[in-house]
C-alpha cells in the first residue's frame, strides 16, 4: 500500500547518455519535517531537485526509473504542471525564476487575490521593504536570491525543494531562510533542502542525508576548519600598489552604492572583501576591470586611470570571475570554452591544459559547459580567466557549489597565483575561505569601508562581524559546517 501524507522517493535512478548520475536513491520526508542532502560537487544533488519538481523529465529529457510518491499519488512522469500544484521548488540558478520588473512586482505574481496584507508580511519578513519599488536588474545576487525565495513560499505548497538555498547569502540572510524553514514546517509543509555546506541551517533540518553517486546515507555532521596554518603571507612593508581607490562614490539610478571608498591593494597579495548582501561588493569589482567607471573620484589600475580606459583594454590586465558564469559560456566544450579566451590573446594548447587541471577539470575537457554542476561551472569559469594569465585575478563567490575536495583546489590556485607575483582579490560570504586565502580584508556595509585589516583579527571581533552581518568563523565559533 502507498504511503499517504508524504514525499517519497524509491530506488530512484537517472542518467544522460550513458552516464548515471542517480543511482537507487530512497528517502521519504513528511509534512512538517525539513530534511537536508549533502553531498560533494557534482554528485546529482540538482538532478534530484529537478526530478522532486518535474523538470527531469519534461524540461530535461533523461532517462529515469524508479518512484517519485507525492500523498500516495505517483508524479514522475506526469506533466510539470500538474507536480506544480503540490510541489515548488528553488532554483540553484535562481535567476531563472525572476518574472517581474520590480521586487514589488515579481512577488505580487505569486500573492493569491492580491491580499496586499501578505506582501506587506513578505517585504518585512524578508527585509526586502526598501527595494520593493527597485528594478530587478539593480539588486545583488544574494538579493535576488532572497526575492526568489520568498515569491516562492507565497506559491503555499505543500512541498518545497530548495537547492543550495543559502548560497551567496549573507549571515543575516542564512538566519531568514532558517527561520522561513522553520515556519514553513509550523504550517505543515515537507522541506527538502540540498547542497554542499548548509550552514546555518543545522538547527531547523530534522534530518541529514549524505548523497554520492554511489550511495545514499544518513550522516552526522562533519566539522569542517579553514586551513590558516603554514599559510604564506605577504608582508606588510611592501608598497608596490597595482589598484587604488581614491574617494570613490558609484550609484545606479538612485542612492549611491560606493561612498567614499578610498583603498589600495598590493602587488602579489591575495585580498578578500566581504560583507552583506547589496553591500556594494559587486560593483566595487567592477570598477576594477573597468565595466563600471565612478561617479566621483578615481581608480587606477597599474598606473591607468580606468575612466580613460575600455573594459576591453582593461581585460589585458584584470580577469573576474562573475557570480553566473553560465551566462558568459559561448563554447560546445570545455576545453573550447578555455581556449575561446586563449585563442585571443595568442596563447597556446599548454595553457588551456595546465588551467584545467589546476581546477580539476581536465577529465571534462570533451563535456558541454552547460552539463556541469554549478560547482564545475564556476570552477570552469576561473579556468578560462587563468589560462589568458591575467596580472590581477578577480573571483566573485568562488567558493559558490564546491565540495572540501574542490575548494582545497581552489586554494591552491589561489597560492599559485600569489608565488607568480599575481594580485588575487576574492568576493566572498566564506569567512572560513578567507581566513584560508586572505592577507588582507576590508569588510563593506551600505557602500563604505567598515573596517580594514588582518582578516583573523578582523573576523575574531564579534561584535564587528555581527554588525556588518557576517558569519563567525567556524574556528572562532566552534560551530560545526556541514559540508559535502
Given at each position: 500500500m502507498e504511503a499517504i501524507g508524504c514525499l517519497e522517493v524509491r530506488n530512484l535512478n537517472c542518467r544522460f547518455d550513458s552516464k548515471w548520475i542517480l543511482r537507487n536513491v530512497s528517502f521519504e520526508v513528511k509534512p512538517g519535517e525539513a530534511l537536508a542532502i549533502i553531498g560533494p560537487s557534482a554528485s546529482g544533488k540538482t538532478t534530484l531537485a529537478y526530478c522532486l519538481s518535474g523538470i527531469i523529465p519534461n524540461r530535461i529529457p533523461g532517462e529515469v526509473s524508479g518512484n517519485v510518491i507525492v500523498d500516495g499519488e505517483e508524479f514522475l512522469g506526469k506533466p510539470i504542471r500538474e507536480i506544480t500544484k503540490t510541489v515548488s521548488i528553488v532554483l540553484q540558478n535562481y535567476e531563472l525564476q525572476i518574472f517581474g520588473l520590480t521586487v514589488e512586482e515579481d512577488l505580487e505574481l505569486s500573492i493569491k487575490d492580491n491580499d496586499e496584507s501578505i506582501l506587506e508580511w513578505i517585504l518585512k519578513f524578508f527585509e526586502l521593504e526598501k527595494y520593493r519599488d527597485y528594478y530587478v536588474h539593480e539588486l545583488s545576487g544574494g538579493l535576488k536570491h532572497r526575492l526568489v525565495i520568498a515569491s516562492t513560499i507565497l506559491s503555499d505548497l505543500k512541498y518545497i525543494v530548495m537547492d543550495d538555498p543559502v548560497a551567496n547569502l549573507d549571515w543575516k540572510s542564512k538566519k531568514t531562510v532558517a527561520r522561513t524553514i522553520e515556519l514553513l514546517k509550523e504550517r505543515g509543509k515537507g522541506v527538502v533542502i540540498l547542497g554542499r555546506r548548509l550552514k546555518g541551517l543545522e538547527k531547523v533540518v530534522d534530518r541529514w542525508i549524505y548523497l554520492t553517486q554511489d550511495c545514499l546515507e544518513n550522516v552526522n555532521q562533519k566539522l569542517h576548519h579553514p586551513n590558516i596554518e603554514n599559510r604564506k603571507?605577504?608582508?606588510?612593508?611592501?608598497?608596490?600598489?597595482?589598484?587604488?581607490?581614491?574617494?570613490?562614490?558609484?550609484?545606479?539610478?538612485?542612492?549611491?552604492?560606493?561612498?567614499?571608498?578610498?583603498?589600495?591593494?598590493?602587488?602579489?597579495?591575495?585580498?578578500?572583501?566581504?560583507?552583506?548582501?547589496?553591500?556594494?561588493?559587486?560593483?566595487?569589482?567592477?570598477?576594477?576591470?573597468?565595466?563600471?567607471?565612478?561617479?566621483?573620484?578615481?581608480?587606477?589600475?597599474?598606473?591607468?586611470?580606468?575612466?580613460?580606459?575600455?573594459?576591453?583594454?582593461?581585460?589585458?590586465?584584470?580577469?573576474?570571475?562573475?557570480?553566473?558564469?553560465?551566462?558568459?559560456?559561448?563554447?560546445?566544450?570545455?576545453?573550447?570554452?578555455?581556449?575561446?579566451?586563449?585563442r585571443n590573446l595568442g596563447g597556446?594548447?599548454?595553457?588551456?591544459?595546465?588551467?584545467?587541471?589546476?581546477?580539476?577539470?581536465?577529465?571534462?575537457?570533451?563535456?558541454?559547459?552547460?552539463?556541469?554542476?554549478?560547482?564545475?561551472?564556476?570552477?570552469?569559469?576561473?579556468?578560462?580567466?587563468?589560462?589568458?594569465?591575467?596580472?590581477?585575478?578577480?573571483?566573485?563567490?568562488?567558493?559558490?557549489?564546491?565540495?572540501?575536495?574542490?575548494?582545497?583546489?581552489?586554494?591552491?590556485?589561489?597560492?599559485?597565483?600569489?608565488?607568480?607575483?599575481?594580485?588575487?582579490?576574492?568576493?566572498?560570504?566564506?569567512?572560513?575561505?578567507?581566513?584560508?586565502?586572505?592577507?588582507?580584508?576590508?569588510?563593506?556595509?551600505d557602500g563604505s569601508i567598515c573596517a580594514e585589516g588582518n582578516p583573523l583579527q578582523l573576523l575574531s571581533n564579534s561584535s564587528l562581524i555581527e554588525e556588518a552581518g557576517i558569519e563567525p568563523p567556524s574556528i572562532l565559533s566552534g560551530e560545526k559546517c556541514l559540508v559535502g
Open positions: 603571507t605577504l608582508p606588510n612593508t611592501i608598497d608596490d600598489f597595482v589598484i587604488e581607490f581614491r574617494n570613490v562614490y558609484y550609484r545606479y539610478s538612485r542612492e549611491y552604492v560606493l561612498k567614499n571608498i578610498s583603498l589600495r591593494i598590493r602587488k602579489g597579495e591575495v585580498y578578500a572583501v566581504m560583507g552583506p548582501n547589496g553591500s556594494g561588493k559587486t560593483t566595487l569589482m567592477k570598477h576594477v576591470n573597468g565595466l563600471l567607471k565612478p561617479f566621483r573620484g578615481n581608480v587606477i589600475v597599474k598606473g591607468i586611470d580606468t575612466r580613460k580606459c575600455s573594459p576591453a583594454e582593461m581585460s589585458r590586465y584584470v580577469g573576474m570571475v562573475f557570480q553566473d558564469p553560465e551566462k558568459y559560456f559561448v563554447s560546445e566544450t570545455v576545453w573550447d570554452e578555455v581556449a575561446f579566451g586563449v597556446s594548447g599548454e595553457n588551456v591544459e595546465e588551467a584545467l587541471r589546476m581546477v580539476n577539470l581536465l577529465d571534462k575537457k570533451k563535456s558541454s559547459p552547460y552539463s556541469l554542476s554549478m560547482g564545475e561551472k564556476v570552477r570552469l569559469y576561473i579556468a578560462c580567466i587563468l589560462a589568458m594569465n591575467p596580472e590581477i585575478v578577480i573571483l566573485d563567490e568562488p567558493t559558490t557549489g564546491q565540495d572540501e575536495e574542490t575548494l582545497k583546489q581552489i586554494e591552491d590556485a589561489i597560492e599559485k597565483l600569489k608565488d607568480m607575483g599575481r594580485t588575487v582579490i576574492v568576493v566572498t560570504h566564506d569567512s572560513d575561505f578567507a581566513l584560508s586565502v586572505a592577507d588582507r580584508l576590508t569588510i563593506l556595509k
